[in-house]
């Protein structure tokens, strides 16, 4: 499959991400949109990781180019999974306090 | 490379040390001697002696640039232990966490300071930022620093995913993650997608612009440092900030080429933005916290001024105003901490009650402010001269600005002064014990000091 499909896939995964983080009010679905970001840019990588393996490819048999670009989504996931720790804990104590996770909550340090 | 290591392994030693001990004097000295040691074990990268050496396949480049970063920003925690140790305890029950805590944060300090990959960026932002989240929200019963750390996790989130978009961006145009390669890679030219690079360098801007909390990206930085515990707050503000600036200016070295002229005009507009809102913003708050909140986005338009010049008197000048602003933010926290009432009010007749707290934290706000014999002056004055060194009528305007927003800061810092001095009131402080009075003395004599010297910072680093 040509490059442009998985760059419009991602983008498309992305955009969703951002529009879920502006616009829902649930802090744990703003969380899920997040995490969707996260997704959509480990599947960018993968797929240019691929793409410069086979760009590579063609002139080195043995070539490695590309390997970093896959463990770079090992790194976002571990560090993906440590910031879903933290910030579940974080929900669940706002949680314990106000038996609510809805962001507007977060207006009263305004004034 | 030292301090990346020690500072891991002596988190890990507080997190232990809660087990054996829970006197919280006991806690807070151990603290301060693993940050001696961490510190010892700094300068001992600086003399060329490695505990552990490993080939680190370019993904770091230790420079005795990044090691003296590492020194001012250790050394400030050092300060900031030893003025605010006490209150840290105080917090809640987990005093050795807490500091744990700050240990792990330091870990990413060290990282931000020495990165050569994007992927260093990446994981030094996160081993930074997931602590402070924690930190943000230790006052659990407190509803306000749940908002607070609610608010800092999901911006922190949002713009970590937003910097991973572009460093996607930029790993597709380039096929590595080198921050020095993108310039210089020939062999995918052939691949070289310039439209993927500018996008990608932009988004990587934004979100370092959310970090460090420049306008119009500011918005999140006034809540979470109201709403944090005290004591953390000034820990943010200060070594945490530092180093996000620290990372935004090896980022963009490189890199301002490949952006072009556009990338200065973003820049001019980002710095105003910031100067103005941080500035107007801050003259008509009510809470010295607040106030404060707002003076360090007004202060971190002054240190973008390092990254719109970038040159040799930027690299000196951001060294020295992330120590003479880390300083004064230190001690005026310190001292906020201690007043039981934190509006502006609350500091009426300071200066009968407890003089030497009213005359150091007038130090410290003189310093905040850049008037002549503090620290803060010349690290203004260096920010201001590396852009006149650039040259060019932009400089010119620029640095007009720069001044008058100065001014406009010197407003509501002395409007502290007056409250302190000029009038009347009983300003209320919990108990001030005379190593607390001796530690203001310290900060207070450090501000001047670089104030007079400023060479005794900067020739520490050339020696």
């Known amino acids: ?111 | 490379m030292n301090a990346i290591i020690f500072s891991a392994l002596l988190g890990v030693v507080m997190m232990f040390s809660g087990i054996l001990t829970t006197n919280k004097q006991a806690i807070k000295n151990i603290a301060l001697v693993c940050l001696t040691l961490l510190l010892v074990a700094n300068l001992a990268n600086h003399y060329e002696w490695y505990s552990i050496k490993i080939d680190t396949k370019q993904m770091f480049s230790f420079g005795k640039y990044g090691y003296f970063f590492n020194t001012i920003a250790i050394t400030a925690t050092l300060l900031y232990v030893f003025v605010s140790g006490d209150d840290i305890v105080k917090v809640g029950s987990y005093g050795a966490e807490y500091f744990a805590l700050i240990f792990f944060v330091l870990c990413g300090v060290t990282i931000l300071s020495s990165y050569n990959n994007l992927l260093m960026l990446f994981l030094g932002i996160e081993i930074m930022t997931i602590p402070l989240y924690i930190l943000t929200g230790s006052d659990k019963k407190n509803l306000h620093s749940n908002e607070a750390a609610l608010k800092y996790f999901l911006m922190g989130a949002f713009s970590t995913g937003i910097m991973l978009m572009g460093i996607a961006l930029l790993y597709g145009s380039s096929g590595s993650f080198g921050i020095e390669s993108i310039v210089n890679n020939t062999s995918i030219t052939l691949m070289k997608v310039p439209i993927l690079e500018v996008i990608g360098l932009m988004f990587v801007f934004v979100s370092m612009l959310f970090k460090v909390s420049a306008a119009p990206f500011h918005f999140w930085t006034p809540d979470v440092y109201d709403g944090a515990p005290s004591v953390f707050t000034s820990f943010m503000a200060t070594i945490v900030k530092s180093a996000g600036f620290i990372a935004l200016i090896t980022l963009f070295a490189n890199k301002s080429e490949e952006l072009g002229k556009l990338w200065n005009i973003l820049l001019v507009i980002v710095i105003i933005a910031t100067l103005l809102v941080g500035n107007i913003t801050a003259v008509f708050q009510q809470s010295v916290k607040r106030m404060l909140a707002y003076s360090s986005i007004a202060q971190a338009g002054f240190m973008l001024f390092a990254l719109y010049s970038r040159n040799e008197i930027a690299r000196d000048g951001i060294l020295l105003y992330t120590t003479a602003y880390s300083l004064a933010t230190i001690g005026t926290f310190a001292i906020l901490i201690k007043m039981e009432d934190h509006s502006l009010d609350g500091y009426n007749g300071l200066a009968k009650s407890q003089p030497l707290l009213a005359a150091t934290q007038t130090i410290f706000l003189f310093s905040l402010a850049g008037i002549p014999l503090t620290a803060g002056f010349f690290a203004k004055y260096f920010m201001l001269a590396s852009v006149i060194r650039t040259g060019g009528n932009a400089a010119i305007y620029l640095v007009i600005i720069g001044v008058l927003f100065a001014a406009v800061s010197l407003y509501y810092y002395f409007k502290v002064i007056q409250a302190m001095y000029f009038k009347e009131g009983n300003a209320a402080t919990t108990k001030i014990t005379p190593s607390f009075k001796f530690a203001l003395l310290l900060l207070a004599f450090l501000i001047i000091l670089f104030g007079v010297m400023p060479d005794a910072l900067l020739g520490l680093f050339y020696f």
Not at chain 1, 19 to 27: D, S, T, Y
Not at chain 1, 75 to 99: C, D, P, Q, T, Y
């Open chain 1, 1 to 111: 499959m040509p490059i442009q499909y998985y760059i419009y896939l991602s983008l498309a995964l992305f955009s969703i991400g951002i529009v879920g983080v502006l616009v829902r009010r649930n802090a744990i679905i703003v969380f899920m949109c997040i995490e969707l970001m996260l997704n959509a840019v480990n599947l960018l990588l993968v797929a240019f990781s691929k793409m410069h393996y086979n760009m590579a490819h063609l002139t080195n048999a043995e070539t490695t180019v590309g390997t970093e670009g896959q463990l770079f989504v090992f790194f976002i996931m571990v560090v993906a999974a440590a910031e879903v720790s933290v910030g579940l804990a974080i929900i669940v104590m706002m949680f314990r306090n106000i038996h609510s996770v809805d962001v507007n909550f977060l207006n009263r340090l305004k004034n």
